[in-house]
């Protein structure tokens, strides 16, 4: 099956679609779209074309599915019901609570066009949700848990770059060790946001700037530093490009439960992740799926669909005799 891909947005993580289509031999990248001025966008793959993005309407019948590339907060829940609308497609959309609200607006889109749009795809929503869905279904009575980190929060980052005398930084999310080992013995212990996790910002500020108020404005920032311990390093900007430039991130989803008619017996199941470079790694997910997304399609389906309704064997470029021979 040769499956022919269209990026639409090329920063981060369409840069690693880019490279991830280069490891899938059954997938040939066949256009990018972009925002920007074509000419200023420089693949690394040759002879594939760069267009603005309002062209993609006249590719329909040249690509099988489009990987959307764009940001939760304000590009996917635009962009992908107007691409499902045109195309099979596959989105990233991180916004936990919106997950359903999305889906409806797309899965509208898609049935409406005859096209397949898987969203939320990625390692959180995406590989962690169907190791939670697994997890649970397996062991019905017990608790999950989700650490994430050590690793850096794009988002959490650019919470701190937006305060005013801010003029670059960095935030890494770490799970605290103590909490890990506590649900790792599968005790099942009750833990609250502060003891799960803690932050740690390396800050680089203007010339001059009142150092003790962005870090206060920092630690007390609802929604994202006031409810956990939080260390502020305040870094030239060398230090910063020297020793923090990179993007990896990870975590690890455990469920600890009980069998037995007394539940006499505990187990505790784990996955984890330990990623250097998050958009490289989303982006492989992305492709992977974008498999199952044409497959889905030739077979005569359409509408939304999240990571979660997507049989493991159409992840994969092998035939369902060679998984069964090979990995079963």
């Not at 599968?186 to 203007?206: D, M, N, Q, Y």
């Not at 020297?242 to 989803?253: A, L, N, W, Y």
């Not at 996955?271 to 005569?300: I, M, Q, W």
């Amino acid at each position: 099956m040769s499956i022919k891909v269209g990026i639409f947005g090329y920063g981060n993580l369409g840069r690693g679609v880019e490279a991830a289509i280069a490891h899938n031999p059954d997938m040939e990248l066949c256009a990018v779209f972009t925002r920007r001025p074509p000419e200023t966008v420089k693949l690394r793959t040759a002879g594939v074309p760069v267009m603005l993005a309002d062209e993609a309407k006249n590719m329909t019948d040249k690509i099988d599915v489009m990987i959307i590339c764009g940001g939760s907060a304000t590009d996917l829940p635009v962009q992908t019901p107007a691409i499902a609308s045109m195309f099979n497609c596959i989105d990233s959309f991180d916004t936990h609570a919106k997950i359903p609200e999305h889906f409806e607006k797309v899965d509208a889109a898609a049935k409406a066009s005859g096209k397949v749009a898987l969203i939320s795809c990625g390692w959180d929503p995406g590989m962690f949700s169907v190791m939670r869905a697994y997890s649970e279904s397996i062991l019905p009575d017990g608790s999950t848990y989700t650490f994430w980190g050590k690793g850096v929060s794009q988002g959490h980052s650019d919470a701190i770059r937006r305060i005013e005398g801010v003029l670059d930084a960095k935030q890494y999310t770490i799970p605290v060790d103590s909490a890990l080992e506590a649900v790792r013995s599968g005790i099942s212990p009750e833990l609250s946001t502060r003891e799960k996790h803690t932050r740690e910002c390396f800050v680089v500020a203007k010339e001059g700037a009142d150092l003790e108020r962005i870090e206060r404005e920092i630690k007390t920032m609802p929604n994202y530093f006031a409810d956990y311990d939080t260390t502020v390093h305040f870094i030239s900007a060398e230090e910063l490009k020297r020793d923090h430039s990179g993007i990896p991130h990870g975590g690890f989803v455990i469920r600890s439960g009980k069998s037995g008619l007394e539940n006499e017996n505990t187990h505790v199941m784990e996955f984890s992740l330990k990623l250097d470079s998050n958009p490289e790694y989303t982006s492989s997910v992305l492709v992977a799926t974008a498999r199952a997304v044409v497959r889905l399609n030739r077979e005569g389906a359409s509408g939304a669909r999240s990571i979660l309704d997507i049989p493991p064997s159409y992840l994969s470029p092998k035939s369902p005799d060679q998984l069964r021979r090979e990995l079963l």
